[in-house]
């Protein structure tokens, strides 16, 4: 396939082709220039480009105007489904929808150290090079994140046998 022609094809029917792709789905630009990268990889080349192109830009809107309706559709069901970042646990009394609260009340730093130690199970050493920090770094935020969890959620200090709240003589 020869650039001229390409480039003929483009000036004479992009501008066509994208009116066709906007009736059909919400990113018309993108599905035009992703047909025109096509054509230029078909070896041989289609006998009827022009068909050929309003074919795979119909096609394209298509399948992009689906896509966006599946995403719309799983954001709308993620956005009112709230997740708990912990699994209820009878035996240490502690609220899930509490402790996630707490946990999003804490620093960005805070909050991403404690996901990554806890859930992903990452060391600190590992923690460090993720987020660009040192290993120290890491763990210093993950102990003032838990020392902050505890506070918000008035729980003792596993060293502390006394109860929270009370004093002792």
Same mark, same amino acid.
């Given at each position: 396939?020869?650039?001229?022609?390409?480039?003929?094809?483009?000036?004479?029917?992009?501008?066509? %082709?994208?009116?066709?792709?906007?009736?059909?789905?919400?990113?018309?630009?993108?599905?035009?220039?992703?047909?025109?990268?096509?054509?230029?990889?078909?070896?041989?080349?289609?006998?009827?480009?022009?068909?050929?192109?309003?074919?795979?830009?119909?096609?394209?809107?298509?399948?992009?105007?689906?896509?966006?309706?599946?995403?719309?559709?799983?954001?709308?069901?993620? &956005?009112?489904?709230?997740?708990?970042?912990?699994?209820?646990?009878?035996?240490?009394?502690?609220?899930?929808?509490?402790?996630?609260?707490?946990?999003?009340? %804490?620093?960005?730093?805070?909050?991403?150290?404690?996901? %990554?130690?806890?859930?992903?199970?990452?060391?600190?050493?590992?923690?460090?090079?993720?987020?660009?920090?040192?290993?120290?770094?890491?763990?210093? &935020?993950?102990?003032?994140?838990?020392?902050?969890?505890?506070?918000?959620?008035?729980?003792?200090?596993?060293?502390?046998?006394?109860?929270?709240?009370?004093?002792?003589?």
């Amino acid at each position: 396939m020869s650039a001229d022609l390409l480039g003929r094809l483009i000036d004479e029917h992009s501008a066509a %082709l994208v009116l066709l792709a906007r009736s059909l789905c919400d990113c018309p630009e993108d599905v035009v220039q992703e047909a025109f990268i096509q054509l230029a990889q078909q070896h041989p080349w289609p006998d009827q480009p022009t068909a050929w192109l309003y074919r795979v830009v119909r096609n394209g809107a298509h399948t992009a105007s689906r896509a966006a309706r599946r995403r719309s559709k799983h954001e709308e069901a993620a &956005r009112h489904r709230k997740e708990s970042w912990f699994e209820p646990n009878v035996e240490t009394m502690i609220d899930a929808g509490i402790a996630t609260h707490a946990l999003g009340r %804490l620093p960005r730093e805070q909050t991403e150290v404690v996901v %990554l130690r806890i859930w992903s199970r990452m060391t600190f050493q590992e923690i460090g090079e993720l987020t660009q920090t040192s290993s120290s770094t890491a763990q210093r &935020r993950y102990v003032e994140a838990i020392d902050a969890l505890r506070q918000n959620l008035d729980l003792p200090c596993p060293k502390n046998t006394t109860p929270p709240n009370t004093t002792s003589n």
